[in-house]
């Protein structure tokens, strides 16, 4: 498959639990659906355009992360106020935000349907150029995206492998040595045309904090690059 790397990073990010209505929680790293929605600003995909997007793309495009700042996460308070009432007594309310996230993500080309928004995604983020400014989840949390490599996802493989982003938690760890914190996210992988995730599609990963790896054993995918060759958990 074809595949490439690229690290988004910012001051800020939040991507929304679902559960979390009252005072959101984040994810502690980027969500499929939110990377998705990434592309189609940096393309400038209008909104209605996008709703037919997302099940495309949700279904078309691997992707994996790997941090490489540690998790960091800061409560912020707001108050709420209404449009129609904005100088009445607002609502407090509180936000969880990512502090300072940069993360390494690989995203490949599962699906030939969508090799022409794969290449023009792979030149706006190689020759930094952006329609709408993308964004770490909110849009007061502005990302910037740096181009990282291009390569090759090999066949899926199934054994041991040592990497250093998230794997799935049906993975069976092989050095999970407690020297270092290990992290339980549940993610959305597909968004319907009403830009809704879908639960039944959220996976359970697992991943090192930064700047660990882990060895554990089950289906993986082989990145080949002109600088170097690691092994990918892709969803």
């Not at 001051?11 to 939110?34: Q, V, Y």
């Not at 995203?107 to 993308?134: C, G, M, Q, W």
């Not at 991943?207 to 990918?232: F, L, R, T």
Request: aromatic letters at 16%; hydrophobic letters at 35%.
């Amino acid at each position: 498959m074809k595949g490439f790397q690229f690290i988004i990073e910012g001051h800020w990010g939040h991507f929304k639990k679902p559960e979390t209505n009252n005072n959101p929680l984040s994810h502690d790293l980027i969500t499929k659906t939110a990377l998705i929605g990434l592309i189609g600003a940096v393309l400038g995909i209008e909104r209605e355009e996008m709703k037919r997007k997302f099940p495309q793309l949700s279904e078309d495009l691997l992707y994996g992360v790997q941090l490489l700042h540690p998790v960091k996460k800061i409560s912020w308070g707001f108050t709420s106020r209404t449009a129609i009432s904005p100088t009445s007594q607002g609502t407090p309310k509180y936000f969880e935000f990512l502090k300072d996230p940069k993360f390494l993500v690989s995203i490949a080309l599962k699906d030939e349907r969508s090799n022409s928004i794969f290449e023009e995604f792979k030149h706006f983020t190689k020759d930094e150029l952006a329609v709408y400014p993308p964004v770490l989840g909110w849009h007061n949390c502005p990302a910037n995206l740096k181009w990282e490599s291009d390569g090759e996802f090999s066949e899926l493989k199934n054994g041991d492998f040592e990497t250093y982003g998230f794997v799935l938690a049906e993975h069976t760890p092989r050095n999970f040595s407690g020297q270092f914190r290990i992290g339980f996210d549940k993610m959305p992988t597909f968004q319907n045309d009403d830009f809704w995730n879908l639960p039944e599609r959220y996976k359970n990963v697992i991943y090192p904090d930064y700047p660990y790896s882990i060895i554990v054993h089950g289906e993986y995918y082989e990145y080949n690059s002109a600088q170097k060759v690691e092994k990918w958990c892709l969803i």
